[in-house]
Each structure stands twice: as C-alpha cells, then as structure tokens.
C-alpha cells in the first residue's frame, strides 16, 4: 500500500484559494488513481475529484467544477488540488485517497486514506 500525507488546508474567506498537497510515500506512486473526497460534520464522506495515474484524465463532482482542478506530478509523488472561489458550504475536512482502479469515485475504490486536512471557509 502507499502512505499517504495530506497538507495546505486552512482558514479562508469564501471566494478566497487554497491548494492542498498530498504526499505518497511506499508502493509505486505512479502506479495508483489518486483523488479527492470530503466529509463535512454530520455528512458522509463523498467524492470531490479523480486523476488518472498518467494524469491524462480527471473527473470532478458537479459541486466543484470549474472551481476545483486536482493534478499530479509522478516525480514527486504528489498530488494537488486547488480550489478557487472557495464557498462556505466547501467547509469540511479534505482527504486524499489512492487506489488501483482506473479513477476513484468511490469510498469502495480506496486502497488507501490519508489522515485528513480541515478547510474551513468563511462567509
């Protein structure tokens, strides 16, 4: 499996940015779909965005398209997301997920979880 740090998150004002980072340490990094999810307090937690393992491909939740863009750098075995035009209602902690499948989009795609970042957005 790959271990998985997240950072970045933070306190903004709505309409303000941040890009969080996800660090991947273990197996191949590039060998894994990498993504994003959320969950606020008293919600499930629910997908926000995926990227193939090439990167040639992401896929987004219709909350946060065209404000949210998730990329990867392999060299690094990293991957990023930055959100613009942040919304109070984007308020939750953020994780990051990896697994084998060709995208993750769901909580049965995970192979692994990273601890969690809190975003918090005010109005």
């Known amino acids: 499996q790959v271990q998985l740090v997240e950072s970045g998150g933070g306190l903004v004002q709505a309409e303000g940015s941040l890009r969080l980072s996800c660090a991947a340490s273990g197996r191949t990094f590039s060998t894994y779909a990498m993504g994003w999810f959320r969950q606020a307090p008293g919600k499930e937690r629910e997908f926000v965005a995926t990227?193939?393992?090439?990167?040639?491909?992401?896929y987004y939740a219709d909350s946060v398209k065209g404000r949210f863009t998730i990329s990867r750098d392999n060299a690094k075995n990293t991957v990023y997301l930055q959100m613009n035009r942040l919304k109070p209602e984007d308020t939750a902690v953020y994780f990051c997920?990896?697994?084998?499948?060709?995208?993750?989009?769901?909580?049965?795609?995970?192979?692994?979880w990273g601890q969690g970042t809190q975003v918090t957005v005010s109005s």
């Open positions: 990227i193939t393992w090439s990167g040639a491909t992401t």
């Open positions: 997920a990896a697994g084998t499948s060709p995208v993750v989009r769901s909580t049965a795609d995970i192979e692994s």
